[in-house]
């Protein structure tokens, strides 16, 4: 089955600064990669998706690049805010089987 | 459009007992799929529901289970709880689940804390 690996676990980084996330995949069929924030006490929120047949998609402040030659795909928030604080999922999914990344804490620094 | 809703958002337990969540999907969501969140072991695929039909299963034991009502509704039952089932437990809902458009929303999660 897919095995997703993220990376760093945890990232602080001064506020104003730019986050960058990384997580590899292992099984070429997958073909969507979403990325979720989780706040404490709630559930996670999608932030960003994107497909496999786009290699990059960018919303504001985020961005989501994917490399399918290598199979890995990444996270870059820009002009961090306090707010941006939270533990940070990526996951792959193949038709109905979706794996998730064991997270990144990141820590914004005011 | 009310998001995914999930029923008791908190629960004790002792071990031995059962217990049985519950997940509200978006309106027009027709797929639901239940995940395990642990500090340890993170976000574990518990199952997906279709239709009323299991379509997708994780590794879990069998004394894991759930069902899906024909109004999307959809709940799972954890029978002979042990303390390492404490865990936030997530239900996710999409449109279809398999399509390459789908997206999954979740919902806050019921914390089950068993003593």
């Known amino acids: 089955g897919e095995n997703v690996e993220q990376h760093p676990s945890t990232l602080s980084v001064q506020e104003g600064d730019s986050a960058v996330i990384k997580c590899t995949y292992s099984?070429?069929?997958?073909?969507?990669f979403p990325w979720y924030k989780q706040e404490l006490g709630k559930g996670p929120q999608l932030i960003i998706d994107?497909?496999?047949?786009?290699g990059e998609k960018k919303d504001q402040r985020i961005a989501v690049t994917l490399n399918k030659t290598a199979k890995h795909f990444s996270l870059h928030i820009t002009e961090t805010q306090p707010e941006d604080s939270a533990v940070y999922f990526c996951a792959a999914r193949r038709n109905n089987d979706m794996r998730f990344g064991a997270g990144t804490r990141l820590t914004v620094k005011p | 459009k009310a998001g995914v809703t999930q029923t008791p958002r908190y629960l004790i337990k002792t071990r031995g007992q059962q217990v049985t969540l519950s997940c509200s999907p978006i309106s027009g969501h027709r797929s639901v799929s239940w995940y395990q969140q642990t500090p340890g072991q993170g976000l574990q695929f518990l199952f997906e529901?279709?239709?009323?039909?299991?379509?997708n299963k994780g590794n879990f034991p069998g004394r894991f289970s759930g069902r899906q009502f024909s109004n999307s509704r959809s709940e799972m039952n954890v029978s002979t709880l042990e303390l390492g089932d404490s865990a936030l437990y997530l239900c996710?809902?999409?449109?279809?689940?398999?399509?390459?458009?789908?997206?999954?929303?979740f919902g806050p999660g019921t914390r089950l804390l068993v003593l």
């Open positions: 994107i497909r496999s047949n786009v």
């Open positions: 996710a809902s999409s449109r279809d689940g398999g399509g390459m458009s789908e997206t999954q929303y």
């Open positions: 529901y279709f239709s009323e039909t299991q379509r």
């Open positions: 099984d070429s069929a997958s073909n969507y």
